[in-house]
């Protein structure tokens, strides 16, 4: 970086040829991404589609539970709640972890979290593996939430332990390894429910089984590479594993200049308190910037996906396509879901964020409501299943190049360093009580409404594109200080207001900052600056 010299062999990816600056892509830090997110988002992804293929059996296999425990056979109604609770128990297990990954986090550290996490995966696939065997239906919905905690854990955990790894030039490239993940562990998912593979009555426990081989590969391999090198310095106070960390993720021996970015760093942020849920949302300077973080993961969970993925079979069968045929076109919806986000992470800093977010709602819109008229009249015409087909394809198309990844992005660019973790903590706990009620709640929309049950979903994106076109600033390429005096107007505030909410310490004295700052130095130790 910047000239330095650096060891023959230990860079795997040098400058570009263009002259600009490229990250250097060491064996660890690929290694670390890679097994990190295996073992984390790709089970996420996994058991969002997993319970797809094998619905049919698991229903037959609780109503065979039913009548062997009470004489009779359960009645549909409570077979269609016992279902609901089944696939959408995942999202309250993901506001669990979500809730107590921070702690976690902080006492065990980035990378031991994510080794540690996979024992809520062990535990909840041997459960859910066992629970045919054993004659429990309550073992795999209990299998389900452990699963969803796992989830709600490795999806704070991981993205938090890549960036913290990751050299600044490549940190968003390492980030969509995250998103790329989970779409191919729903792709995963997808193949592995085909009939010839596990799809099969006598076979489907272990589509839950497979769980355990992700999270051991990752519980082998992971406590070989380095700790988070930031959280090692910041908060463990440990320069010397620090420096070895960077050497090892950066692929050089002269780490110098890193230890300084972030011991700089942390003089800074050294004079402003973390701020608490209850105080973010008293912020005056920041009160839009919330509504848009909990409009945009609103949108993100409500935006009718979920019933897409969880339902997909349903909704083929209803669109005329032979039940041998459903779980060989299924396929085609994870692999559009993987290209269409690879796609968003190559032109978002070309395009923004703004058009990619609202282009994606405005797609869905129509693309719902094409479908729900496609639905309607299939009967009349003998092409239109082959419309609805497209239009569920489109609809994943359309999430993954916006809406599917950019509220996560934008929640961390509306808010400074002391704001990040009450503002994850809110958009998190939207995420993933929407994520619980489209579970819950959309068999009794598709009874009521029917074929029109996706014109709630197109509402919804409708509105969120409408809010977004009036409220959402452009952030590409724009510092903190720019995205909050975009927002300074709507939120009624002057920019001296924001920087009082915002950097109250900063308005100490630069001589008073340095008197006063204690940086960490080598094992542990603690020394006090006085310039």
Not at 10 to 28: D, E, P
Not at 389 to 409: H, K, M, N, Q
Not at 486 to 496: D, G
Request: glycine content about 10%.
């Amino acid at each position: 970086m910047d000239g330095a010299a650096e060891p023959e062999g230990r860079s795997l990816v040098q400058r570009g040829a263009g002259g600009g600056r490229s990250g250097n892509w060491s064996g660890s830090l690929i290694l670390a991404s890679l097994i990190g997110a295996f073992g984390s988002s790709f089970l996420y992804g996994y058991n969002l589609s997993v319970v797809n293929a094998p619905s049919v059996y698991i229903k037959k296999f609780y109503n065979e539970t039913w009548e062997r425990r009470y004489g009779f056979s359960v009645d549909e109604g409570t077979l269609k709640l016992l279902w609901s609770i089944t696939v959408s128990i995942f999202a309250i297990g993901g506001l669990v972890g979500a809730i107590i990954v921070t702690p976690i986090v902080k006492f065990f550290g980035r990378k031991c979290t994510l080794v540690l996490n996979n024992v809520f995966a062990v535990a909840a696939a041997l459960l859910m593996s066992l629970s045919l065997l054993a004659g429990s239906f309550e073992m795999l919905i209990l299998g389900r939430i452990i699963m969803g905690v796992d989830a709600g854990i490795s999806l704070s955990a991981l993205p938090m332990y890549l960036s913290e790894i990751a050299p600044k030039e490549i940190r968003g490239s390492l980030g969509q390894v995250t998103a790329i993940f989970i779409c191919i562990g729903v792709f995963t998912g997808q193949v592995l429910g085909l009939p010839e593979i596990f799809g099969q009555e006598s076979r489907w426990p272990f589509l839950f089984g497979v769980i355990i081989v992700p999270s051991l590969i990752q519980a082998v391999i992971l406590p070989f590479l380095p700790e988070s090198p930031r959280y090692l310095l910041l908060e463990k106070h440990n320069r010397s594993k620090a420096e070895k960390a960077f050497q090892r993720f950066l692929g050089k021996d002269d780490v110098s200049r890193e230890i300084e970015e972030v011991l700089a760093e942390s003089r800074v942020q050294r004079n402003t308190k973390l701020v608490s849920i209850v105080q973010l949302l008293r912020t005056r300077a920041v009160r839009w910037q919330i509504v848009t973080v909990v409009v945009t993961m609103g949108c993100y969970q409500l935006c009718g996906l979920n019933a897409i993925w969880f339902y997909t079979n349903n909704i083929f069968s209803e669109s005329g396509i032979r039940h041998e045929i459903i779980p060989y076109v299924t396929l085609s919806t994870g692999a559009v879901e993987t290209l269409a986000a690879v796609f968003s992470g190559l032109v978002i800093e070309r395009l923004g964020r703004r058009p990619l977010l609202m282009g994606g709602f405005g797609l869905l819109t129509i693309f719902f409501a094409v479908l729900t008229v496609s639905l309607t009249l299939q009967n009349t015409v003998h092409w239109l299943p082959y419309l609805s087909i497209f239009c569920i394809l489109a609809i994943i198309a359309s999430f993954c190049i916006g809406p599917g990844g950019i509220p996560f992005v934008l929640t961390g660019e509306f808010f400074q360093q002391s704001q990040r973790p009450a503002a994850f903590m809110i958009a998190g706990t939207v995420n993933w009580l929407s994520n619980f009620a489209v579970g819950l709640l959309f068999p009794y929309i598709q009874s009521g409404l029917q074929t029109y049950c996706f014109l709630v979903f197109a509402g919804i994106c409708f509105a969120g594109a409408a809010y977004l076109f009036f409220v959402l600033p452009e952030t590409k390429n724009k510092t903190f200080n720019e995205i909050s005096q975009a927002f300074a107007k709507r939120n009624k505030v002057t920019l001296e207001m924001q920087e009082m909410n915002h950097y109250p310490g900063e308005r100490k004295s630069s001589e008073l900052q340095e008197s006063n700052f204690t940086s960490p130095v080598d094992n542990g130790e603690t020394k006090k600056g006085i310039v």
